[in-house]
T-cell receptor, first 114, second 113 residues
C-alpha cells in the first residue's frame, strides 16, 4: 500500500512569488494535515482538512491557504513568499476525524525562497 | 497551552547500548502520543502510537511508555545499532479536537559502530 506522497520534492522560488505544494493521502484516509518545519523552529501545525473542509489552522498568516479535493488529495498555497517561508513542508494523513487516529507523514517538499 | 520538551537534545552512544529518550508535556489532557523518527532532510516515520488509556506500546526493539499523570513518556531502544542514528520526535494530540500534533524539538541520536 502506497504511503503519503508529496510533490514536488524541491521547489525554489523568489520573494513575492507564489508556491503550490501537493499531497496525496494514504488510500482510505480522509483527513490531511500540513506542517511546517523551519530551521530552528521545529514542526509547526499549519492546516487540517477533512471531507473537503478546512477544520483548523495554526498560527500562520492568511498567505498560507489550501484546499482538499473530492479524491482527498490536498494542495497548500503560499502567496507573497517571504524568505522565512523557506522550510520543509510535511503533509500527513489519517483515517476520518477521530482524534485517536495515527497520523502518517509524507517525505516533504523542501521550499527555498531566494 | 500545551508544551512538549525532549531531553536530551543530542545523544551519542556506542553500538549495542540500551538507551532511553525522554519526552515531557505540560497538559495531561491528551488523546494520544506518537513517537517518530526523522532522517536528515526526510519526512517522519511513525514508530509507536500510545493512546491516552494505554501505558505502553512495543514494536521490535522499541518500547514506549506513557504516564499521563506526570506528563511523561519514554522511548526505550534496546541493543542500539548504527542504523538507529536519526532524530527522534515525540508529539501529543490534545484533548480538544483541533487535529494538530504538538511536537517536541527532538533528540538527535548517534550510534557509533
Amino acid at each position: 500500500e502506497a504511503g503519503v506522497t508529496q510533490s514536488p520534492t524541491h521547489l525554489i522560488k523568489t520573494r513575492g512569488q507564489q508556491a503550490t505544494l501537493r499531497c496525496s493521502p494514504i488510500s482510505g484516509h480522509t483527513s490531511v494535515y500540513w506542517y511546517q518545519q523551519a530551521l530552528g523552529l521545529g514542526l509547526q501545525f499549519l492546516l487540517w482538512y477533512d471531507e473537503g473542509e478546512e477544520r483548523n489552522r495554526g498560527n500562520f498568516p492568511p498567505r498560507f491557504s489550501g484546499r482538499q479535493f473530492p479524491n482527498y488529495s490536498s494542495e497548500l498555497n503560499v502567496n507573497a513568499l517571504e524568505l522565512e517561508d523557506s522550510a520543509l513542508y510535511l503533509c500527513a494523513s489519517s483515517l476520518a476525524t477521530s482524534s485517536y487516529n495515527e497520523q502518517f507523514f509524507g517525505p516533504g517538499t523542501r521550499l527555498t525562497v531566494l | 497551552k500545551q508544551e512538549v520538551t525532549q531531553i536530551p537534545a543530542a545523544l551519542s552512544v556506542p553500538e549495542g547500548e540500551n538507551l532511553v529518550l525522554n519526552c515531557s508535556f505540560t497538559d495531561s489532557a491528551i488523546y494520544n502520543l506518537q513517537w517518530f523518527r526523522q532522517d536528515p532532510g526526510k519526512g517522519l516515520t511513525s514508530l509507536l502510537l500510545i493512546q491516552s488509556s494505554q501505558r505502553e506500546q512495543t514494536s521490535g526493539r522499541l518500547n514506549a511508555s506513557l504516564d499521563k499523570s506526570s506528563g511523561r513518556s519514554t522511548l526505550y531502544i534496546a541493543a542500539s545499532q548504527p542504523g538507529d542514528s536519526a532524530t527522534y520526535l515525540c508529539a501529543v494530540r490534545g484533548s480538544s479536537n483541533t487535529g494538530k500534533l504538538i511536537f517536541g524539538q527532538g533528540t538527535t541520536l548517534q550510534v557509533k559502530p
